[in-house]
């Protein structure tokens, strides 16, 4: 006869088989990560546990079990006073989206606050800060502290995630912002605000709102601390394969705070940039920054409010320099006088207005609700680099979201619901409209452009948005005991969310011209003009639904071994791509004759492109030949084991797998493409001959104007085709490190392997007759399909693989030891077969042929130092030093025809690291610098600092002033490369430079005063 099971086994049985069956009968759903915090522990038997948050009053309660452990979950970071019974008290700090350990089975010691002790924001009592080390996740939190006391150039919180190892936080040129982790690209990471995750369906970036902006993407006075997990991450988190950002929001207290702060620098308070002092004048700058922020009580104990609001104006010096250079030769002296002046120094203006508001309302010991909502508003002019000003586009960049939240919880199970709303719009349009020029070089097969004037391309027109619900409801058993303690989390989620994309618009074109040793030729060799396809949409829309399921068991094996044991299933309907027909048009086109004169007779061009490996119908859609992805199975596996059992010294390690998603902004392109097409018509001449043809034409003066290129080329232009099999990327994760607890330090040591797999590649599908693809030192581009343009196909097959050693050393900051210190090294070994900011593949028949070279993803060694310390006269001092190795810089080494590549091609993708050295002649090439050690190693190098001088008002009010220089010994940290890779295949010992004239990365030394108000 079988022993019955006791009662709470039977509950974590069933949950068990329970989740199976629901994992299998159900398609997947989406999550979002919960910023709060867990605690677990030890207590008497049958004993009831109480935490007090101390700022809000506010209550959980829970019951030890039978072998006294304990479980609170869903508890928002802070301090808290917490019992198990008279005199076990204990007052602790709780950091966000963590699981911290506190037993309580002994009599609290009557003793000073220990190291390690946190004071909250606000509040004078002291708090025991728990750190969290039984976890399999690599990452670690950035705490309020730090974000408060650490200098940086922009307002932007996700600026301090870069004091975490494997990751990189970057201020471009044109002062836009980006965050990657590891060695892939800003789109494959996830910011989770309040549990929300901020993905970007659309378009590049990550998160909504990041994609070439200045801006910020949340208030940061609302931001309370945050989490950075580089890698095995939990099952909850979804839409992600690199890096995942956890952040809690400040809430109201039982006390009202506020503070008031403006932020002012200009260009008499910075240096000037390489460009500037090559120009001989510095642009016109500004930067102002101010907000304020309010909290306090409706109801005290019970009900509470936050708002803050943050503008961000700016005039940002940008730079605008030649796309490529030529030994020997002053590209800027051989164009056309006006476009001469628009060289040198630029700016660009920015204004944002950042809104957030929230209240919170614990109606119960047991539940908690939050509602928030927040708006941003965003608006600037983008030029620089090889887009002069006449050239630039007006961006319009709005993000708007609202989240209500419910939690209830009882002794052995907390439940979440989730009701979420969001709305984005990013509208760039051109600064001007009209006619374009693209001055590029005659003398390099693929065009190089030196620098655009005018008026924008049409493909400067854009309209990419995404509004839509979501509801989810998460499901926690804390304390469950079978062979250990769990604590099972559990979930369901569904969101519909509307895309939109438009990607370009029948106003602009733009004429390019042939730039020789002469000087620039006074004729165009071609025209781009948007051409509306009768009976085809401008934009693409598609009502998307999200669904996802996952499990999640904290196994706590015993007082050593911890295992973190979950699975997720993601599923996304795309109904515009899944339900796409390839137009007849275009499957009659590829079955027809082939043009080519020196085809075999009869011959179609499907049968040429079979020749070369492409077989049409993997790429033409009936309606129903395509559907959503449904093996997307990620375990998510992790152990910590305690050596001795006090967390002291702790081994991790992990494996797992991650889906992000293919954006819309790619896969709307089918569509786009052929209701308005860019169409190139060319124009023929000695630098670019081409057959007499709808889209070859000599050239007239009459094509000036735009109306009579329309009635040139062809129904339809340049053909994207997608794979009916495209796949969802994902990454492979797996690491091994150990933790240890140093007197007062934190240290960590791990090895991380993410090798990423399945991005979209895009390759050129034309074809010669024999199926080649490069043939007497060319590309099959006059081979298009026959009545169109160019073959556009689209597979996966981008991959990454990334080694990285992650070191960190954490002093945390005390009030009672009055400073603190992070030290934050990486070292990266990385190989791609793409550049990860690129899709567009066409130099080579198949992205299988790209060879894996050094990624341009990350430097080889990056140190990042922060620290802070208690001065005297109430002064506060906090530094940061970043160091980096040269980022490797991608690119193509070519062949003199007709010596080529062993496959054939006319050039190969290499990867060079600007040295100490340079093999080409540009006087302009700058070399990797040294610090104060190292020799001229280095290709990244600022050290920043600020003083804070706090004076105390009385009656709990206090203002301040501060002073930040930013880059004090003004390193050049270039961002622009001049390349040689030499020629026949044979590589330059130097083939990399940087542009000393170029943009930085960064900022050049700038003074920041600041001052501000608490209340």
């Not at 981008?798 to 002093?811: D, G, V, Y």
């Not at 003004?970 to 020629?983: A, L, P, W």
């Amino acid at each position: 006869m079988k022993k019955p099971l006791p009662f709470k086994k039977k509950i974590l049985a069933s949950l068990i088989r329970t989740a199976v069956v629901t994992a299998v009968a159900m398609p997947a759903m989406s999550w979002a990560q919960s910023s709060d915090a867990n605690l677990r522990g030890k207590a008497a038997p049958q004993m009831q546990i109480t935490a007090k948050n101390i700022a809000t009053g506010s209550r959980r309660v829970t019951m030890s079990a039978a072998d006294g452990s304990y479980a609170l979950v869903g508890l928002p970071p802070g301090t808290y006073q917490v019992d198990a019974g008279p005199g076990t008290e204990r007052t602790v700090t709780l950091s966000v989206a963590s699981t911290a350990t506190l037993d309580l089975t002994a009599p609290a010691a009557a003793a000073a606050a220990p190291a390690g002790a946190a004071t909250l924001e606000g509040i004078t009592v002291t708090g025991t800060a728990l750190a969290e080390v039984k976890t399999s996740e690599i990452g670690n939190t950035v705490s309020l502290h730090q974000i408060n006391t650490i200098p940086q150039i922009t307002r932007n919180f996700l600026e301090f995630a870069d004091t975490v190892p494997g990751m990189v936080f970057q201020v471009d040129s044109n002062g836009n912002t980006s965050l990657r982790g590891g060695a892939q690209s800003s789109n494959s990471i996830n910011v989770y605000i309040d549990g929300v995750g901020q993905k970007n369906y659309v378009h590049a970036g990550g998160i909504t709102g990041q994609t070439g902006s200045q801006g910020n993407p949340f208030p940061q006075l609302a931001i309370g601390e945050y989490k950075v997990i580089t890698s095995n991450y939990k099952a909850e988190y979804d839409q992600i394969s690199s890096a995942a950002v956890t952040a809690q929001t400040k809430s109201g207290t039982n006390e009202f705070h506020g503070e008031i702060f403006g932020t002012h620098t200009d260009e008499g308070l910075r240096d000037s940039t390489p460009a500037e002092k090559a120009a001989g004048k510095k642009t016109s700058s500004k930067e102002e920054e101010y907000g304020i922020a309010v909290g306090g009580p409706i109801i005290q104990d019970k009900m509470h409010f936050f708002f803050t609001y943050e503008n961000k104006t700016f005039s940002t010096p940008t730079t605008v320099f030649p796309g490529l250079s030529v030994d020997g030769v002053n590209l800027v002296s051989l164009l056309p006088a006006a476009a001469q002046k628009e060289f040198g120094p630029s700016s660009k203006p920015f204004n944002e207005d950042l809104y957030f508001g929230k209240i919170d309302w614990e109606f119960s010991d047991r539940d908690r609700l939050e509602v928030s909502a927040k708006i941003r508003k965003e608006t600037a002019v983008n030029n620089g680099g090889q887009t002069a000003p006449s050239a630039g586009t007006n961006a319009i960049n709005d993000d708007n979201r609202f989240m209500a939240n419910w939690q209830h919880s009882a002794d052995a199970w907390t439940n979440e619901l989730l009701v979420t709303y969001e709305k984005t719009r990013d509208n760039p349009s051109p600064v001007t409209t009209g006619n374009g020029a693209d001055y590029t070089w005659a003398l390099l097969p693929n065009n190089n452009t030196i620098v655009n004037t005018g008026s924008a391309d049409p493909r400067a027109f854009q309209n990419k948005n995404q509004k839509g619900p979501a509801i989810q409801d998460d499901l926690t058993f804390s304390s469950l005991q079978w062979h250990g303690d769990h604590v099972i989390k559990m979930g369901v989620k569904f969101k519909k969310v509307d895309l939109t994309a438009q990607d370009a618009s029948a106003t602009n074109t733009i004429y390019y011209y042939d730039v020789t040793p002469n000087g620039t030729l006074d004729i165009p060799y071609k025209a781009t003009v948007a051409k509306v396809t009768p009976g085809q949409d401008l934009i693409a829309k598609s009502s998307n639904k999200q669904y996802g399921v996952y499990i999640q068991d904290d196994w706590t094996v015993n007082d050593h071994l911890t295992l973190n044991l979950g699975v997720r299933w993601d599923y996304e309907e795309t109904p515009s791509f899944e339900n796409w027909v390839t137009p007849q048009y275009i499957i009659n086109a590829l079955n027809s004759p082939n043009p080519d004169p020196s085809a075999p007779a009869g011959q179609t061009y499907a049968q040429a492109l079979a020749l070369g490996g492409v077989n049409v119908n993997d790429y033409i859609s009936n309606g129903h030949n395509r559907s959503a992805k449904k093996n997307q199975w990620q375990p998510r596996l992790g152990f910590s084991y305690d050596l001795n059992g006090d967390e002291e010294h702790v081994i991790i390690g992990g494996i797992g797998r991650a889906f992000d998603r293919n954006l819309f902004d790619y896969l709307q392109l089918e569509r786009t493409k052929l209701a308005l097409a860019e169409q190139d018509i060319t124009f023929p001449n000695q630098y670019h001959p081409c057959s007499p043809g709808p889209t070859c034409v000599a050239w007239d003066p009459k094509y000036k104007d735009p109306a009579q290129l329309q009635a040139l080329g062809t129904v339809g232009g340049e053909v994207n085709m997608f794979n009916n099999n495209i796949k969802v990327p994902y990454s492979d994760q797996f690491s091994i490190g150990m933790r240890n607890k140093v007197g007062d330090w934190n240290t960590s040591v791990t090895v991380a392997r993410i090798n990423s797999y399945d991005g979209l590649a895009v390759t050129l599908g034309n074809r010669y007759p024999d199926g080649s693809f490069w043939k007497n030192g060319s590309q099959p581009w006059g081979d298009p399909i026959p009545g169109l343009s160019g073959f556009i196909k689209w597979d996966n097959g981008i991959e990454t693989r990334n080694t990285q050693l992650l070191l960190s050393a954490e002093k945390p900051y005390t009030k009672d030891s009055g400073w603190g210190l992070n030290i934050a090294y990486t070292y990266t070994h990385a190989t791609q077969n793409r550049d990860i900011n690129e899709h567009y593949s066409f130099d080579q028949a198949s992205i299988q042929q790209y060879p894996f070279i050094t990624s341009n993803a990350a430097a080889k060694h990056r140190l990042v130092v922060v620290g802070n310390y208690d001065g005297p006269w109430d002064i506060t001092f906090a530094g940061k030093l970043t160091l980096a190795t040269p980022t490797p810089n991608n690119g193509f080494s070519y062949y003199d025809y007709p010596k080529t590549a062993p496959n054939g091609a006319g050039n190969l993708p290499v990867a060079g690291t600007p040295g100490g050295g340079y093999s080409g002649s540009d006087s302009h090439a700058a070399l990797a610098q040294s610090f104060l050690f190292g020799g001229k190693i280095f290709g990244y190098r600022q050290i920043d600092m600020q003083a804070t001088k706090n004076f105390d008002l009385t009656r709990g009010m206090s203002f301040y002033l501060r002073f930040d220089v930013l880059n004090a010994f003004n390193y050049k940290n270039y961002s622009d490369y001049v390349t040689s890779y030499g020629s026949n295949g044979v590589i330059s010992r130097f083939p990399v430079a940087y542009n000393g004239i170029g943009n930085i990365t960064g900022v050049p030394r700038t003074f920041k005063l600041s001052a501000g108000f608490k209340f």
